[in-house]
């Protein structure tokens, strides 16, 4: 540098005189310039700020400007609105920018508002500094809810929506559900009546894990009815009169809310008279008097009643009702044994299934009423201490068995229906109220019947003839078969001992076979019978003729022989042969040797020995 300025002293004692040139500092005093250059700001193209003065600017920003570099919360100034950002002072080196769809809650923001805000974005593209009021909401939002649910504090919500078993809640920004049993302490019906609402809650649940907040609205109200509760409680009396809100109606009975206690009323406490459901007397909502019929020991349970209030309809049944008058009701339960009658409000009479008919063969109930049936009956017994009335039906008509010797006498013939079997016959109803029994051994003079449903069927009609009665016992005896005449009668000369008829062997069976003469008589021809003339034995389906050796009209069985057909031809020309012989033998007058002789070779034929 030394050597430039010598140089550019030379040049200036070289150069042509001309007029006297302006002469800098520098160049008047070059040794002083140099001394007092600034090195500095020449290299760095800046003054060099003196040490004491940057200590003081430092301190300046760190009192006035916010650190831009850690994610801390920190409250700005809206200073000025767009129409799609809100540009915020935070007292940083610069602005920052806000989406104005962060403030959709706040639809008046306004130019000075102080926001909570996050710094996102230090420098953008364009150098500026983003801000995020949401996320500033969130975690202030999220702090707020964890110190709530800490101290139990009640905070505000918005509810914004229904879902799945509940709703959602907007509380300080943060998305909390609401299950639907924490709306309140009885059973909603309408949730969408709490849309759009603001309502008090208690932070019940956090799920750090996930970032889940369930909140509550019943535990407010629970808090409040505890205090009723414990006040009820403590006055409450068997026999007490309250007054009560349907809270819920089960298929047993009817939940009672108290003013935050419940009771039960159960569906046999509702009504003196019988009911199918709790609805058909009460409905939700419903404002009504009960009385305390009994309760735990800790007055957990209480059993209510509702019908207790009014008078039992026994009480106030008319004195003049008595044995014999006749009534009118309604059938209100059907059992096997007997219909109930409901002829006065919470007034029950039975009338048994043996009232209900006069036969003596018992049916079942439902066989002549249906629940719901308009009856007329009348009163066999009446109890009153007890509450208890028998009905009957069948005492409405008169006895059929009162002139029972004149309608069926004795051989006399009708016509009836089969009812049902027994395993020793058939019960025929001939009208309502007179069955009689026809034994199995008195419906056929031909079959053999192991059962009655082999002969006949329930429902089917059947000629009978009258063969015992007895008034007393109401007992008929009936028979169908003597309806005809005895086949076996005529049979009896048809197939008498000794006569032959054809026919074919039907079945081959143990110790014989069978053959069908027709469709009522069936032979039996034994092992020994079935054997031809060449020796050989009838075989099945074969013809042939047989002799009737054996005949039983008491036990209808018959049996033949074919054996006996042709042996007895034999035997028949035998003693025709004798006979022939003799008188021969008078004609020619032989010896008595002779005659002898004769016989004794006839006597060998019919021996099989010739």
């Known amino acids: 540098m030394a050597e430039k300025a010598k140089q550019a002293e030379v040049e200036a004692t070289d150069a042509p005189k001309a007029e006297a040139p302006v002469v800098s500092e520098a160049q008047a005093n070059p040794e002083k310039f140099l001394k007092e250059f600034n090195w500095h700001n020449y290299q760095e193209g800046i003054d060099e700020v003196d040490g004491k003065q940057l200590k003081e600017f430092e301190k300046l920003v760190a009192e006035n400007f916010v650190d831009t570099l850690n994610d801390e919360v920190v409250e700005g100034t809206v200073v000025h609105i767009t129409d799609r950002d809100a540009i915020i002072d935070i007292n940083a080196k610069s602005e920052g920018v806000i989406s104005l769809n962060e403030f959709r809650y706040n639809p008046n923001l306004a130019v000075g508002d102080k926001v909570e805000v996050l710094i996102d974005v230090r420098e953008d593209a364009t150098g500026q500094l983003v801000l995020s009021h949401r996320k500033a909401r969130v975690i202030k939002a999220w702090d707020r809810v964890n110190a709530a649910h800490d101290s139990g504090e009640i905070v505000n919500g918005f509810v914004k929506c229904r879902t799945k078993g509940g709703m959602i809640v907007d509380v300080f920004g943060i998305e909390a559900f609401l299950p639907g049993s924490q709306i309140d302490v009885k059973p909603i019906r309408d949730y969408d009546q709490y849309v759009n609402k603001t309502m008090e809650f208690k932070v019940v649940k956090i799920n750090h894990e996930f ?41 047993y009975g009817v939940f009672i809310d108290l003013g935050g206690v419940d009771g039960l009323v159960h569906i046999t406490d509702l009504s003196w008279s019988r009911i199918n459901h709790p609805n058909e007397i009460v409905e939700l909502d419903q404002k009504l008097n009960v009385v305390i019929l009994d309760f735990d020991e800790n007055k957990s349970r209480i059993q209510l009643g509702l019908k207790q209030l009014s008078k039992h309809p026994w009480e106030a049944l008319a004195e003049e009702v008595k044995v014999g008058d006749k009534v009118k009701g309604k059938v209100v339960v059907i059992a096997d044994y007997g219909a109930f009658i409901e002829v006065a409000d919470g007034v029950e009479g039975l009338i048994h299934v043996s009232e209900m008919s006069w036969s003596t063969h018992l049916r079942s109930a439902q066989d002549f009423v249906s629940v719901g049936d308009e009856v007329e009956a009348v009163i066999l017994t009446l109890d009153r201490e007890d509450r208890k009335m028998s009905l009957g ?80 016992g109401r007992k008929l005896s009936l028979g169908h078969k003597q309806t005809t005449e005895n086949p076996w009668d005529k049979y009896e000369t ?10 074919s062997i039907a079945e081959i069976v143990d110790k014989g076979a069978t053959v069908e003469f027709n469709d009522d008589i069936v032979a039996f021809i034994p092992s020994r019978h079935l054997e031809k003339e060449d020796g050989s034995k009838l075989k099945k389906g074969e013809a042939a003729e047989f002799k009737i050796i054996e005949f039983n009209k008491e036990f209808k069985r018959v049996v033949a022989s074919h054996t006996a057909v042709f042996k007895a031809e034999e035997v028949a020309n035998v003693k025709a042969a004798v006979k022939k ?15 002898n002789d004769a016989l004794q070779a006839l006597k060998d034929k019919m021996d099989g020995k010739a």
Request: aromatic fraction near 6%; glycine fraction near 6%.
């Open 494 to 503: 048809e197939f008498a001992l000794e006569t032959v008829h054809n026919a």
């Open 393 to 472: 039906i069948k005492q409405l008509t008169p006895d059929p068995w009162t002139d029972i010797t004149g309608k069926y006498p004795l051989a006399s013939k009708h016509t009836g229906v089969v009812r049902n079997f027994t395993n020793f016959g058939v019960f025929v109803e001939l009208e309502e109220g007179i069955d009689g029994l026809i034994y199995i051994s008195d419906l056929s003079w031909t079959k053999k019947i192991k059962h009655p449903s082999e002969f006949c069927a329930v429902g089917d009609k059947l000629d009978v003839i009258v063969l015992e009665l007895d008034v007393e």
């Open 211 to 251: 970032k889940n907040v369930v909140v509550s609205h019943k535990a407010l109200i629970e808090a409040d009815i505890e205090i009723q509760k414990k006040e009820i409680i403590g006055q409450l009396e068997k026999g007490q009169v309250l007054e009560g809100v349907v809270k819920n109606i089960t298929s």
């Open 581 to 595: 012989a003799a008188n021969a033998a008078a004609e020619a007058k032989p010896t008595l040797g002779d005659a």
